[in-house]
């Protein structure tokens, strides 16, 4: 078997020269095979970017575009290939979009060696440690302490256990964030589970310490990217000093990266994306870090139902994986882009045993949403 094409489509909903949100764009990879099997990937990063990525023809032995590097290849050698992606691509990759681009060709090249063996990704990976997975809400919250009083109601009654929310105004003010806080608290009451996602706009360590400080009172869970992961001495610091635990990591890429931050950040929660820190290939080396350095693995996940798809049969088949994000985006990307979205239900997300992904995809949509 042999890999015959790698087909990169581009889809966003907003027109090019309006705002775009988090889940309102997205980069799906689709791998070939001349024996008629095809794997399905994704990276939430730049489009067009990854595409780039993707597309260039190679100029010197660093410079290789990847589906240059992938035809002909065997797709079920996904190590190799991912090496061979890793090091030619060395000019234009290593860290950021150049591996955001090979985590959507691996989780591709997972999807078909599952059908290819017929058996499900979480059984190629070692085995399944359980049937569903606890689940978190994240939304982006609203402008005023009322309307996210009303959010957070929704999504309890929904039967969330756990909610997180971050971006929009959420870090601009530190008044406003508490105010936020203070509304949602109360809405959810004391023993509900809460998190909140700063995406680094506290931007100093003096400004979190206060924060963190500050927000000591409404019990929070875990306090997410206070600063930029670079900051690895800010986290350091901040480590400890509320009851809040801190997390981060979703912008790192490659297990070198998250080695480097679980050492000198000492964070208690580590984030991957997997459709950018490197795929399934390279998240399975990142939650062997983060056991060795006594973090737990709770994957970042704001994007398509693809994105779901892959992080479930991930967290299926470790140990202490038993916590996953779910988007709560109203973006038709994540709402019916996969017609068999994974549902959440009752606070948890069930493990399909199915072969590959198993995501079946809107092709209308694909059509309307497609980046000319």
């Known amino acids: 078997m042999k890999i015959q094409d790698v087909q990169v489509i581009c ?13 309102e764009d997205a980069v799906l990879i689709k791998v070939i095979t001349d024996t008629g099997l095809v794997g399905w990937g994704e990276s939430d990063s730049s489009p067009l970017v990854v595409k780039a990525v993707i597309e260039a023809p190679g100029s010197n032995l660093y410079c290789y575009g990847l589906k240059e590097l992938l035809l002909g290849e065997n797709p079920l050698e996904i190590q190799r290939i ?18 955001h681009a090979i985590s959507a ?4 090249l997972w999807d078909i060696a599952s059908q290819y063996y017929q058996v499900p990704i979480h059984i190629l990976l070692g085995g399944k440690y359980r049937d569903r997975i606890r689940a978190y ?20 009654n929904e039967g969330f256990t756990s909610l997180k929310f971050g971006g929009g105004i959420f870090g601009d003010n530190d008044d406003t964030d508490y105010e936020i806080i203070k509304a949602v608290r109360e809405e959810l009451g004391d023993d509900f589970e809460l998190q909140i996602d700063l995406g680094s706009k506290w931007k100093t360590y003096g400004r979190a310490l206060g924060m963190f400080k500050r927000l000591e009172e409404f019990k929070l869970n875990w306090i997410e990217e206070p600063v930029l992961a670079d900051d690895m001495k800010a986290y350091a610091k901040l480590s400890g000093v509320s009851g809040a635990k801190t997390a ?36 399975r080396k990142i939650s ?24 479930v049969q991930f967290l299926a088949s470790t140990p202490d994986g038993d ?6 985006s109203s973006s038709p990307l994540f709402t019916r882009l996969v017609k068999n979205l994974l549902p959440f239900k009752d606070g ?5 045993d199915c072969i590959g992904l198993g995501v079946e995809l809107d092709e209308h949509l694909i059509a309307q949403y497609t980046m000319d």
């Open 11 to 23: 889809l966003r909903v907003p027109a090019y020269q309006e705002f775009c949100e988090w889940g």
């Open 105 to 108: 060709v691996d989780i591709a």
């Open 323 to 328: 916590l996953m994000e779910y988007s709560r």
């Open 288 to 311: 062997d870090l983060a056991t060795m350095h006594g973090a737990k693995l709770v994957p970042h996940g704001f994007s398509t139902g693809i994105l779901i798809a892959a992080t």
């Open 137 to 156: 809400g994240t939304f982006i919250p609203a402008n005023t302490p009322d309307e996210n009083r009303a959010v957070a109601r929704k999504f309890k």
């Open 248 to 283: 981060g990591g979703e912008s790192l890429t490659t297990r070198y990266e998250f080695n480097d931050f679980l050492q000198y950040a000492q964070p208690d929660i580590v984030q991957p994306d997997i459709t950018r820190c490197g795929g399934i290939s390279e998240m």
């Open 82 to 99: 991912w090496d061979k992606m890793y090091w030619s691509s060395n000019y234009l990759g290593r860290r950021g979009v150049g591996i």
């Open 348 to 352: 948890y997300v069930n493990v399909p």
